[in-house]
T-cell receptor
């Protein structure tokens, strides 16, 4: 199984809502990532989890809250978002962060988020 | 500091033409990795290839080929006999050992029938 799955595919939410994005992989990868991608731009790294511990937070506002319940699951909790947070949110995983042998990241299909 | 440049913002070709996507990278490390990803309209980034800095052999996979030249810090990607299904945004990326990915801005390829 070389797949990263993400739910939901689309999400529309108001600025006062609370929602969560989910990501799952069963490749035995120990590093998982959240990226944000605006239209016509490359993905921007938000968070990195390594062995279920948050290792990088790229100065992301606190209205985005990541969670890694176990080595296969990654969540992104959303609260009080702004319209400018509308974007494609991509989850990725890799064997590990430091392995030189196989550090390519595998991406999920993304969640297209619209904040009204 | 790391940086990836993809000078071609958009390319349009007619089906069956060959097309080369350019990628130039900057890094001070001697150990680093280069990648190409394809992002079709559906949104998912599809991994195409990984190269490490010690392996300058060119690679061919079907209609795809990659030319890695350390002397010019380039890692170019050629699609031979392009097809409409090749239409996508292609990202070149680079990372150093244990570090984050740095993506280039992407090249949007349109293959017209």
């Amino acid at each position: 199984d070389t797949e990263v799955t993400q739910t939901p595919k689309h999400l529309v939410m108001g600025m006062t809502n609370k929602k969560s994005l989910k990501c799952e992989q069963h490749m035995g990868h120990r590093a998982m990532y959240w990226y944000k991608q605006k239209a016509k731009k490359p993905p921007e790294l938000m968070f990195v989890y390594s062995y279920e511990k948050l290792s990088i937070n790229e100065s992301v506002p606190s209205r985005f809250s990541p969670e890694c319940p176990n080595s296969s699951l990654l969540n992104l909790h959303l609260h009080a978002l702004q319209p400018e947070d509308s974007a494609l949110y991509l989850c990725a995983s890799s064997l590990s962060r430091s392995s030189g042998r196989s550090n390519e990241q595998f991406f999920g299909p993304g969640t297209r988020l619209t904040v009204l | 500091a790391q940086k990836v440049t993809q000078a071609q913002t958009e390319i349009s070709v007619v089906e069956k033409e060959d097309v080369t996507l350019d990628c130039v990278y900057e890094t001070r490390d001697t150990t680093y990795y280069l990648f190409w990803y394809k992002q079709p309209p559906s949104g998912e980034l599809v991994f195409l290839i990984r190269r490490n800095s010690f392996d300058e052999q060119n690679e061919i996979s079907g209609r795809y080929s990659w030319n890695f030249q350390k002397s010019t810090s380039s890692f170019n990607f050629t699609i031979t006999a392009s097809q409409v299904v090749d239409s996508a945004v292609y990202f070149c990326a680079q990372n150093n050992y244990g570090q984050n990915f740095v993506f280039g801005p992407g090249t949007r390829l349109s293959v017209l029938p």
